[in-house]
């Protein structure tokens, strides 16, 4: 049981614009709370971490405990400076440079050999370290003062949905941590893509704004998918955040349906149909095309079935709505799977525990 504590929250008033000195003052606090081991939400252009003193080990138990997450499922290390991966790394191979160089900062963690120093409570007993550096002033500023490296997995309750705002941080979180910065919506709105500079040649460990394409024309080889990204399967020992376990869910069923734009359509409407008349209450996830069409309780779209980004951006505040409005069954049209999409799908499916349906 988590002992209540009152957590603070402070609300920056112009997310977009430059920090003003009173911001930069309340983040300075924050950083000195967690250098103390103490716990804080930030924001980031991803989605919402939850910040603990990455190198001590107290701090990392307590996040996991926060969270409810299981000790075998790393945390990512968050930096504000290239060269601070020098003290967390054994060392940094010329790719890692290559790739930091044009992505960072932004929404690409990479995989390295982990120093001594790192706590194995924050690489979840593995001797690798996930890095990366956020794309947002505000979590710059609190790296930066909490000492230069903030451990931080998403700041919900383990197997929920990410939180993309400090409402939904505080909906999972408000007594169990120190404090929230709040820094409004986060722009992307999905965790980082996670690749492995460790083996023989790089391998994405998790899908994101970063495709595998963009990687492979930095590197100049080939990036390809570790095949334990699809899947929550118990067997799989976890090389990153979201690799083994359930995630993402929403309290309501989650049902994907591939196929063909008419067909996926009718399919979905036959299915609210009946869902209805079992009594649950219906919600759909759809392309604005389809959005006045369906008769549900609750409709939620997302641009064109095309534009997996956009879909991608307001997902995770999707299911968090749908929680908010007790919605038993979830249906979700066919987006694109290509590009961004890859990412948009890894996610829709874990939090469907791996399953969909074809609409034939």
Same mark, same amino acid.
Not at 261 to 274: H, P, Q, R, T
Not at 291 to 305: E, I, M, N, Q, T
């Given at each position: 049981?988590?002992? #209540?504590v %009152? !957590?603070i929250?402070?609300?920056? #008033?112009?997310p977009e614009?430059?920090?003003?000195?009173e %911001?930069?003052s309340?983040i300075?606090?924050?950083g000195?709370?967690?250098?103390?081991?103490?716990l &804080?939400?930030?924001?980031?252009?991803t989605?919402y971490?939850?910040?603990?003193?990455?190198?001590?080990? @107290?701090?990392?138990?307590?996040i996991?405990?926060a *969270? @409810?997450r299981? /000790?075998d499922?790393?945390?990512?290390?968050h930096?504000?400076?290239?060269?601070?991966?020098?003290k967390?790394?054994? /060392?940094v191979p010329d790719?890692?440079y290559?790739?930091?160089? *044009?992505?960072?900062p932004?929404p690409?963690?990479? &995989?390295?050999?982990?120093?001594?120093?790192?706590?194995?409570?924050?690489?979840?007993?593995l001797?690798?370290?996930a890095?990366?550096?956020?794309?947002?002033?505000?979590?710059?500023?609190?790296?930066?003062?909490?000492? @230069?490296?903030?451990?931080?997995?998403?700041?919900n309750?383990?197997g929920?949905? /990410?939180p !993309?705002?400090?409402?939904?941080v505080l909906?999972?979180?408000?007594?169990?941590?120190?404090?929230?910065?709040?820094?409004?919506?986060?722009?992307i709105?999905?965790?980082? !893509?996670? &690749?492995?500079?460790?083996?023989d040649k790089?391998?994405?460990?998790r899908p994101?704004?970063? !495709?595998?394409?963009m990687l492979s024309e930095?590197?100049?080889?080939k990036?390809?998918?570790?095949?334990?990204?699809?899947?929550?399967?118990?067997d799989?020992?976890?090389?990153a955040?979201?690799?083994k376990?359930r995630?993402y869910?929403?309290?309501?069923?989650?049902?994907p349906?591939?196929?063909s734009g008419? *067909?996926?359509? #009718?399919y979905?409407?036959a299915e609210?149909k +009946?869902s /209805?008349?079992?009594?649950? +209450?219906?919600?759909?996830?759809c392309?604005?095309g389809?959005?006045s069409?369906y008769?549900?309780?609750?409709?939620?779209?997302a641009?064109?079935?095309?534009?997996?980004e956009?879909?991608? *951006?307001?997902?995770?505040?999707?299911?968090?709505?749908?929680?908010?409005e007790?919605?038993d069954v979830?249906?979700?049209?066919?987006?694109?799977?290509?590009?961004? @999409?890859?990412?948009?799908?890894?996610?829709?499916?874990k939090s469907a525990?791996?399953?969909?349906?074809?609409?034939?």
């Amino acid at each position: 049981m988590i002992s #209540e504590v %009152d !957590t603070i929250v402070y609300r920056i #008033e112009d997310p977009e614009g430059d920090l003003t000195a009173e %911001d930069i003052s309340a983040i300075v606090g924050f950083g000195k709370l967690i250098k103390k081991g103490g716990l &804080v939400a930030f924001p980031t252009e991803t989605v919402y971490g939850l910040g603990g003193d990455a190198l001590n080990e @107290g701090s990392s138990e307590k996040i996991y405990k926060a *969270k @409810g997450r299981p /000790s075998d499922n790393p945390l990512i290390v968050h930096i504000c400076e290239i060269t601070a991966l020098e003290k967390i790394a054994l /060392s940094v191979p010329d790719e890692a440079y290559a790739l930091a160089k *044009k992505f960072w900062p932004g929404p690409l963690t990479m &995989v390295l050999k982990a120093a001594d120093n790192v706590p194995r409570k924050t690489t979840g007993g593995l001797d690798t370290v996930a890095v990366r550096m956020p794309d947002n002033k505000a979590a710059l500023e609190l790296i930066k003062a909490s000492g @230069g490296y903030i451990a931080a997995p998403s700041a919900n309750l383990s197997g929920k949905p /990410s939180p !993309t705002s400090a409402k939904f941080v505080l909906e999972d979180m408000d007594g169990r941590i120190d404090a929230v910065i709040d820094g409004g919506e986060g722009r992307i709105g999905i965790e980082s !893509t996670i &690749v492995d500079l460790t083996g023989d040649k790089p391998e994405v460990l998790r899908p994101g704004f970063i !495709t595998n394409e963009m990687l492979s024309e930095v590197l100049g080889v080939k990036v390809g998918t570790d095949p334990a990204v699809t899947g929550c399967r118990d067997d799989v020992k976890p090389k990153a955040p979201g690799m083994k376990y359930r995630h993402y869910a929403p309290k309501g069923d989650v049902r994907p349906v591939k196929g063909s734009g008419d *067909k996926v359509f #009718e399919y979905i409407s036959a299915e609210l149909k +009946k869902s /209805s008349v079992a009594g649950l +209450k219906t919600g759909v996830f759809c392309s604005s095309g389809n959005a006045s069409k369906y008769d549900a309780d609750v409709v939620r779209c997302a641009g064109r079935l095309d534009d997996a980004e956009a879909a991608a *951006k307001v997902f995770y505040r999707t299911l968090r709505e749908m929680d908010d409005e007790n919605v038993d069954v979830i249906f979700v049209e066919n987006f694109s799977d290509s590009g961004v @999409g890859e990412a948009f799908w890894n996610r829709l499916l874990k939090s469907a525990g791996s399953k969909w349906e074809e609409a034939k």
